[in-house]
């Protein structure tokens, strides 16, 4: 796996190489001192994944992301000190296609990088992972009428979008509408809270044991599974814990084939890897109107693109106009009640 380093302090491109040297399978292809260098370097020889600092000189690291993004595209986990007090641009950097973030690693301490290394490298290289096994806990039990459900899953390049589909939605659109976006727990609150003031109305974190309600907006709040049981409720399960797709779309997807009572909408936006596809097809062929975002305007479309493969999709649309498809779905659901 070839990796390249961006990074503007001689001291933490050298904490970084000496992490990767600890495993074989780990290249460094090249390094960049600033953002305007990593472009130039990424156009010229486009590594397996960029390790990217945000704060630099000439050009920070979130500009150089939405142009490599735009100009050659890989995986790119954010890599700079402090991550925390950096948050919105953080965020930023998710929004234009990083991957993940990590605080950079001091000598000899790099366990941490690692971890989101190796959950990279199952997404980008090798051979398929096996069908994922899904656990679905709960109790069956609770009875009464259920919303219209909206299911939306993203990764890569996804927060941008959710936040452009959730503004567009009109006012009367009441369905419970429920995010599955590949991020770390860590920042999986700072995303709600980045959403709510992208769009003007109100991200929250799906609860273990609620029930998703009308006019909510959830997201997935951990590392784990966010899947419906029978009883309609939300739960988090780890298993399977192979699956490099934390939270997993497939699982939220496919707990709802098997859980939720009527059909609503599901949505498969821009990511990388498959996940979702085979969870969009098992709603489809249980009536319900699934969507996927078109080649155009998705910044990697590898999930999207494994869905319309699958014939998953009842309609592959721009992200402009998938808003407008939830309220036409949800429309004529209520028209139905």
């Not at 009536?287 to 309609?315: C, F, N, R, V």
Request: with cysteine; aromatic share 6%; net charge neutral.
């Amino acid at each position: 796996m070839r990796i390249a380093i961006v990074n503007d302090l001689k001291l933490a491109v050298e904490a970084i190489a000496s992490c990767l040297r600890t495993n074989p399978e780990y290249e460094v292809a090249w390094i960049a001192y600033d953002g305007e260098e990593a472009v130039r370097r990424c156009r010229a020889d486009r590594p397996d994944l960029v390790l990217m600092d945000l704060v630099m000189p000439v050009m920070d690291g979130v500009e150089a992301i939405r142009r490599i993004m735009s100009q050659s595209p890989c995986a790119i986990i954010v890599v700079t000190a402090g991550v925390t007090e950096k948050i919105s641009k953080v965020y930023e950097a998710m929004s234009f296609g990083a991957l993940d973030a990590v605080n950079t690693p001091s000598l000899g301490a790099g366990e941490a990088l690692l971890a989101k290394i190796a959950v990279v490298q199952k997404l980008i290289g090798g051979p398929d992972n096996p069908p994922a096994q899904f656990v679905f806990p709960g109790a069956a039990g609770r009875a009464g009428d259920s919303p219209f459900l909206a299911a939306v899953g993203a990764s890569t390049g996804g927060p941008q979008i959710l936040a452009e589909i959730l503004e567009a939605l009109p006012l009367k659109f009441s369905a419970s509408i429920v995010v599955i976006q590949h991020v770390d727990q860590l920042f999986a609150p700072g995303l709600a809270s980045w959403l709510s003031e992208k769009t003007g109305k109100t991200v929250s974190l799906a609860k273990e044991g609620a029930a998703p309600l009308s006019g909510q907006i959830l997201i997935a709040a951990t590392n784990n599974h966010l899947v419906i049981g029978p009883e309609r409720t939300f739960h988090y399960t780890p298993e399977p814990l192979h699956c490099p797709y934390r939270p997993s779309v497939d699982a939220f997807f496919l707990s709802l084939e098997l859980h939720w009572p009527q059909p609503g909408a599901a949505v498969l936006l821009t990511g990388m890897g498959k996940d979702g596809a085979a969870g969009l097809l098992a709603l489809r062929r249980k009536g319900w109107h699934t969507i996927a975002q078109d080649e155009k305007t998705s910044l990697i479309y590898s999930m999207p693109k494994a869905a319309a493969q699958l014939d998953a999709a009842l309609e592959i649309l721009p992200a402009p106009r998938i808003a407008s498809a939830l309220a036409a779905a949800f429309e004529k659901w209520a028209r139905r009640g």
